[in-house]
């Protein structure tokens, strides 16, 4: 069975420092991964995902996520925290390679990022 | 354009009473979900419906949850009796196909007394 791991429950950062959340995954043959966001009160948003090819992925608001097959991780990264980036973060892994990956999706227990001043 | 609305946004009820959810996708788009997310968990799937037809309930506990898409279009959620484990929140996301990415809308926070 698929499975996702984020070993970082909370990460706290001061602003303007790099962050690199974790996040290993269990799947049987290629996977899809994806990073969302969730902020207070908010539905959850797609930061990047990760189909295939270049194994690292542009995403929105300033933030990249590399694909190491042998290391079965999707790290999410960011070069410099804005306030604004205090939210919290699941990684996903989907399987199927026949409706974009999200056929049977199974989600993270999430990591929420404290950002300092 | 507006994204998926879900009402209400917060609901406290009693054990054994009935509680529906409601959700209007964002228009267009053929494919809805239902997750549930519990406290400190990620968000799992209920449901997947493509237009009107459910064409994954496989994690639907069918014996107090319901779904409905009667037009392909709103959705509703019901459970019915509610237990204390189903407090949690109850998310709604649409895409335009079933390849598409989903958008997810705020979730009903549901508490069970």
């Known amino acids: 069975a698929q499975s996702v791991t984020q070993p970082d429950i909370h990460i706290t950062v001061s602003e303007g420092a790099s962050l690199e959340l974790r996040c290993n995954y269990s799947y049987g043959a290629t996977p899809y991964l994806f990073w969302y966001v969730q902020s207070p009160g908010q539905g959850l948003q797609l930061l990047l995902k990760?189909?295939?090819?270049?194994?690292l992925v542009q995403g929105i608001k300033g933030f990249e996520a590399e694909f190491k097959r042998s290391q079965s991780s999707f790290n999410l990264r960011k070069p410099s925290v804005h306030w604004s980036d205090a939210a919290e973060y699941f990684c996903a892994v989907g399987a199927g390679p026949y409706s974009g990956g999200y056929q049977k999706v199974t989600f993270g227990t999430g990591t929420k990022l404290q950002v300092i001043p | 354009e507006a994204g998926v609305v879900q009402s209400p946004r917060y609901k406290i009820i009693e054990k054994k009473q009935p509680v529906a959810f409601w959700c209007n996708p964002i228009?267009?788009?053929?494919?809805l979900y239902w997750y549930r997310q519990n406290l400190g968990q990620g968000p799992e799937l209920l449901i997947r419906y493509e237009n009107e037809e459910a064409v994954d309930d496989s994690q639907l506990p069918k014996d107090r949850f319901s779904a409905e898409r009667l037009k392909g279009v709103d959705s509703t959620l019901k459970i019915q009796p509610a237990e204390l484990g189903d407090s949690a929140v109850y998310l709604c996301a649409s895409s335009r196909e079933e390849s598409g990415d989903p958008f997810f809308g705020p979730g009903t926070r549901l508490t069970v007394l």
């Open positions: 228009s267009g788009h053929n494919t």
């Open positions: 990760y189909f295939s090819g270049d194994t």
